[in-house]
């Protein structure tokens, strides 16, 4: 079982982590999973990591879950550190882990210095490529939807005790947001 994850955000806005699960030969899109990441402020990858698996890895603790047999992150040393720092938090310590880097597709690994660059038509690099590829693309997916939903809000959704239908009852009755916010208190 491995377990890769992904960070995405547009300029530090509405940052979102992907994990995404590849088991027996095949991605298993059941336990994919999109974490919120909470109180960042501005562009931090490497905190929002830490956060995502912190959370991922102290649910698995707290209900006896199984840890994956290797943890891929999107990312090169920082995004490394930054997860080894959650985990050791957790105490986890014997858990496989490693980065993929993008642009030169290189490895890191917890017990090398240097990165781990294979040759591009490996098969063992061509499947942590896929697994990495599909944390990006689910990460960008659910941090478009997040996104998306926060333009096409209304300042009403914001108001305890109205939700979508009162929502449209209101707009319905008094035409614009405009009108809702004129309208006399009764």
């Keep these: 079982r ?31 999973r999109s974490f919120n990441i909470r ?3 501005g562009p931090d990858d490497f905190a929002a990591m830490r956060q995502a698996v912190e959370r991922r890895y102290r649910r698995v603790l707290e209900e006896v879950g199984s840890m994956p047999d290797l943890i ?6 920082g995004q490394l550190n930054a997860a080894l720092e959650a985990l050791a938090l957790l105490g986890v310590e014997e858990t496989a882990i490693a980065g993929l880097a993008k ?12 990165p781990l660059r294979l040759d591009r038509h490996d098969p063992g690099l061509k499947l942590l490529q896929e697994i990495r590829d599909e944390a990006h693309r689910f990460a960008v997916s659910r941090h478009r939807r997040r996104r998306s939903r926060r333009t096409l809000g209304s300042r009403l959704d914001e108001i305890p005790g109205i939700g979508p239908q009162r929502r449209r ?4 009755h008094f035409g614009s947001l405009a009108g809702v916010r004129e309208a006399p208190l009764e």
Excluded: H
């Excluded at 994990?19 to 336990?31: A, F, I």
């Excluded at 891929?72 to 040393?77: A, I, N, Q």
């Design 2 to 32: 491995i377990e890769g994850f992904d960070i995405s955000n547009f300029q530090g806005d509405q940052p979102v982590a992907s994990l995404v699960v590849w088991e027996e030969g095949r991605m298993r899109k059941g336990d994919y």
């Design 169 to 172: 009852q209101l707009l319905r």
């Design 72 to 77: 891929l992150l999107d990312g090169g040393r």
């Design 39 to 41: 109180d960042l402020t």
């Design 103 to 114: 642009r030169e597709e290189e490895i890191y690994l917890p017990s090398r210095p240097e």
